[in-house]
């Protein structure tokens, strides 16, 4: 008697990552529509509002770029991490504190000129992502303890932390009593390129292509490709693993970070608990899209962008029920990314084997 089991290919499949995530979207949406006529949703009218108010306009891929912005540097902080074997699941709260960071800039210097105000706090931003990464960072290099533990932990003091200061020191006196940070100054706000599409687009491609130069160019990275591959190579060819992993915990946090600043300079007018919005999270699946390539991080996080616009557009304008639109959301993340295992695994039967005593 046979079994189904699951072989890796040898090499994976040729363009198999692209056609998978769109056997998956496909795959999604047939589901999708079972579940829209089981709860009595129109599928046509919500399949139609969820491409138009995602792609179908100018303004609408506004909203898809602003919202991919962060989601592509948050993924790329992880697929660093990742390089080295590292799961940093923790960037939720790295872009919290990045946050926090940069909103400490501008209320040290309110009347800094606009762009010097910005390079700043988006500066206090990748440093205050990169601290927050230090213990973490600190703790799996030394004494091996796991960075998804740590990490993870890290976000819901990063949670605390803002709410303390919402309530407490940095409460907005013209704020009528509501918990809300004092708005950051009116001047330290990025440009646009069109429409509503600001510059953090631009500062982000720049980002995940400077990492991707780097990681292929430079001694560190040809270093760090190593140790993420072997760590007893690397250790033969007296590479530290210590500093690596410690290098790598602190630029995974400091492009965390970075995505924060990028929110609240982009996006957002005020620091709170719901400026990082899940992008942290949802990271983890960009980059697990991506197959870890900061190469591909962009495309996967416009199109989970798309999917995350229409996805909320729908539950506003058509009144669908936020569990449905949000079981639309995971089915297409789903459906990719199970779709996306056969581009590197295909199914094999083989002969059960028999256990006699």
């Known amino acids: 008697m046979k079994k189904l089991v699951l072989v890796r290919r040898d090499t994976p499949t040729r363009g198999g990552q ?3 995530f769109l056997a998956g979207l496909v795959f999604a949406l047939l589901v999708g529509a079972l579940l829209l006529l089981v709860t009595g949703d129109p599928v046509f009218d919500v399949y139609q509002r969820m491409w138009e108010r995602s792609l179908g306009s100018t303004d609408t891929w506004s909203s898809t770029f602003n919202r991919a912005v962060p989601l592509a540097l948050a993924g790329l902080a992880v697929s660093i991490a990742a390089t080295m ?3 940093n699941i923790g960037a939720e709260g790295q872009i919290l504190f990045g946050a926090t960071a940069a909103t400490l800039v ?3 210097f309110p009347d800094a000129p606009g762009p010097v105000l910005i390079i700043l706090m988006l500066l206090a931003a990748a440093i205050g992502g990169a601290l927050w990464a230090l213990g973490p960072g600190l703790a799996r290099a030394e004494i091996g303890v796991s960075e998804i533990i740590t ?8 949670i605390r932390l803002i709410t303390y200061l919402e309530q407490g020191p940095w409460k907005d006196p013209d704020g009528f009593g509501f918990p809300n940070v004092t708005a950051r100054p009116e001047q330290a706000e990025l440009g646009d390129l069109w429409d509503r599409t600001h510059i953090g687009v631009l500062i982000a491609l720049a980002v995940i292509g400077g990492f991707g130069w780097f990681l292929n160019r430079s001694v560190w990275g040809y270093e760090l490709r190593i140790a993420g591959s072997s760590a007893k190579t690397a250790t033969y060819a ?10 790598v915990m602190l630029l995974s946090g400091a492009v965390a970070g970075f995505a924060g600043g990028i929110e609240l300079t982009g996006t957002a007018v005020r620091l709170n608990t719901q400026i ?9 699946i960009v980059a697990a899209l991506a197959l ?5 991080v962009p495309f996967v996080a416009l199109a989970f962008g798309a999917v995350q616009v229409g996805g909320q557009s729908i539950q506003t304008s058509l009144g669908v029920s936020p569990a449905v639109a949000t079981i639309l959301q995971a089915l297409i993340l789903f459906g990719a990314i199970g779709a996306a295992v056969f581009s590197n695994y295909r199914v094999q039967a083989v002969e059960r084997q028999v256990v006699t005593a």
Not at 151 to 158: D, F, G, H, N, R
Not at 292 to 296: E, N, Q, T
């Open 85 to 87: 074997g590292l799961w």
């Open 106 to 108: 501008g209320r040290l």
């Open 292 to 296: 870890m390539r900061p190469s591909g």
């Open 276 to 284: 990082s919005n899940g992008y942290g999270f949802a990271g983890i």
């Open 151 to 158: 990490t993870l932990m890290l976000t819901e003091v990063a």
């Open 18 to 20: 692209p056609a998978a």
């Open 238 to 247: 007296g590479i530290s693993m210590r500093r690596k992993v410690l290098g």
